[in-house]
């Protein structure tokens, strides 16, 4: 089994955050992960942008979906922002149902103090391989259907809509 993982916006790959809060971004910290996880599974990672998720178009989320749509792979895990993470997962089910897709989030950047980035990875390498072909979403030891899930605000959590 092999597993792509597409690199898109988020806070994992996060070098700092200016004081105007945003993002700065260099280089994914993906493949960093997987070696300190010790992923033994098939991962080809590919990197389609890195960029603060304010600035994300509609022309972004279709480079997703066609990529998606084009890997050779069936499981698919995607890095993502929380704020628009519902809206891609939806998209992606409008036009894929034969492939296991997760997207993850994080609080706080990979390269900080208790980040929780290596745990929600961790979770959606592991969601991607045992779970069937939908659309899904892995954050705070969950794992949350794309059509049943919305962010809370006020925690800073992903939680059930019904």
């Known amino acids: 089994m092999s597993i792509r993982i597409f690199v898109t916006w988020w806070t994992i790959?996060?070098?700092?955050?200016?004081?105007?809060?945003?993002?700065?971004?260099?280089?994914?910290?993906?493949?960093?992960?997987l070696e300190q996880s010790r992923v033994t599974a098939a991962a080809l990672v590919q990197v389609l942008f890195l960029k603060d998720s304010i600035y994300t178009t509609d022309q972004d989320r279709a480079k997703v979906v066609d990529e998606c749509i084009w890997c050779e792979e069936d499981k698919i895990v995607i890095t993502h922002w929380?704020?628009?993470?519902?809206?891609?997962?939806n998209v992606?089910?409008?036009?894929?149902?034969?492939?296991?897709?997760?997207?993850?989030?994080?609080?706080?950047?990979?390269?900080?103090?208790?980040?929780?980035?290596?745990?929600?990875?961790?979770?959606?390498?592991?969601?991607v391989?045992?779970?069937?072909?939908?659309?899904?979403?892995?954050?705070?030891?969950?794992?949350?259907?794309?059509?049943?899930?919305?962010?809370?605000?006020?925690?800073?959590?992903f939680e059930n809509i019904l």
Do not use: G, H
């Not at 700092?16 to 960093?32: D, L, M, R």
């Not at 745990?119 to 959606?124: E, M, Q, S, V």
């Open 82 to 89: 929380t704020d628009t993470m519902p809206l891609t997962a």
């Open 92 to 127: 992606l089910w409008e036009k894929i149902k034969d492939k296991t897709i997760v997207l993850l989030w994080a609080m706080t950047p990979y390269n900080q103090d208790n980040s929780d980035a290596l745990f929600n990875f961790w979770a959606a390498i592991t969601a």
């Open 129 to 157: 391989q045992i779970l069937n072909p939908w659309v899904y979403i892995t954050m705070n030891w969950r794992v949350f259907n794309y059509d049943n899930v919305r962010k809370n605000k006020d925690d800073w959590v």
């Open 13 to 33: 790959d996060c070098n700092s955050i200016s004081e105007w809060e945003v993002y700065e971004f260099t280089e994914t910290k993906v493949p960093k992960m």
